[in-house]
């Protein structure tokens, strides 16, 4: 996981491309399973499917209730509180810009109130409070039909656990799996919020809800930005030396399981994706170290980045050797290159959706 780190003003940060997503409808799952009458949890694994979806967020209608823009509160509101880590003037400010926000419900209000009071409790008594009110929180947004839930990410507390940080995901679908003692009840959820956290897991079950919940971003990313560039094999003595180890094996049980269409455009694009991924983790590591840079969104789009936004980081860019430059020239022109032969290769959509099919059921 990242460290969260609130963008600053003078920074730019790199839209998300307003395209459709995909999504791995049924893939690897945590599911409760019934044993002898106790419930623990297990990996199954069920058939795949790969569909393309839209978010069902977007629409204002969908997402106010009472007066209040949910989606706003989501992924704008409650990130500051995570910014706050354990700033007591930031968290009060954060708290106040939700109370405002909500201010026109009752329930949310109170809510609100209430994580405010749990923010400040003493360690010990902390984290089953805010995990309660996370659930009452999802029990609103159930009630009144918003397709939005919040999470505490797994490990996302510091050394001192005082870091409140919830991540804000659109459900995707519901959908029950049977064949078992008992009906399992899954949910699919796409990232919303842009707090530079990224899950360590690709999914998790929940004793509170009773139910398996899939991050399916995480999943279709793991193999948009590991397996699709491993496809590259021009240049392999670059890469660390576990990863040369196991490339060819990964790659012969690719081929095996990809269309030979679908391989065809992924190797010739595998350059290409591993450009964007490279230069992505080396200015977000510039940024961690010079305190100011470039903000990315947590996934990196499948057919690069917008001609808009190449131009505007064309114009932040400075020459190579610059300390803490946002961006080089010879970045820019590496990350314009990818993204333009992307945009411009037929079928990669479908080429990346079949490899993220391949990759759930090898995860």
């Not at 793991?222 to 590259?232: H, I, R, Y």
């Not at 690069?304 to 932040?316: A, K, P, V, W």
Request: glycine residues 6%.
């Amino acid at each position: 996981m990242s460290e969260n780190a609130e963008p600053q003003p003078d920074e730019f940060t790199v839209p998300n491309n307003p395209t459709r997503k995909f999504a791995l409808v049924v893939i690897v799952l945590l599911a409760v399973v019934a044993a002898g009458g106790a419930g623990y949890w297990a990996w199954i694994t069920l058939a795949v499917a790969v569909e393309d979806i839209d978010s069902p967020v977007h629409s204002a209608e969908a997402t106010t209730h009472n007066g209040v823009d949910l989606y706003e509160v989501h992924t704008e509101l409650w990130p500051k509180v995570c910014y706050a880590n354990d700033d007591q003037d930031a968290g009060a400010a954060a708290f106040d810009a939700l109370s405002l926000a909500v201010a026109g419900d009752r329930d949310l209000t109170r809510l609100v109130e209430d994580f405010r009071t749990a923010w400040h409790l003493p360690l010990q008594d902390r984290a089953d409070e805010e995990r309660q009110l996370v659930a009452d929180w999802n029990d609103y947004l159930e009630r009144v039909k918003v397709p939005l839930e919040l999470q505490i990410p797994i490990g996302a507390r510091t050394a001192d656990g005082k870091t409140l940080c919830v991540l804000a995901y659109a459900i995707v679908a519901d959908f029950e799996v049977t064949g078992f003692d008992a009906p399992i009840q899954v949910r699919l959820g796409s990232r919303e919020d842009r707090i530079n956290i990224v899950e360590g897991y690709l999914g998790h079950a929940s004793r509170l809800t009773q139910r398996a919940f899939v991050t399916v971003d995480r999943v279709a990313n793991e193999s948009a930005d590991t397996l699709w560039p491993l496809l590259d094999e021009t240049d392999d003595a670059s890469r660390d030396e576990l990863t040369r180890h196991f490339a060819a094996k990964i790659r012969t049980e690719i081929a095996s399981d990809l269309d030979p269409d679908a391989l065809e455009i992924l190797r010739s694009t595998a350059g290409s994706r591993r450009a964007l991924v490279e230069i992505k983790d080396t200015l977000q590591d510039r940024r961690a170290v010079c305190k100011s840079g470039i903000v990315f969104p947590l996934y990196l789009p499948v057919r690069g980045y917008r001609t808009e936004t190449i131009d505007d980081l064309r114009n932040r860019a400075q020459p190579e050797g610059t300390a803490c430059a946002p961006i080089t020239f010879p970045e820019h022109e590496r990350l314009r290159d990818a993204s333009w032969e992307l945009a411009h290769t037929p079928g990669v959509r479908e080429a990346v959706r079949k490899l993220a099919a391949v990759g759930a059921r090898g995860t």
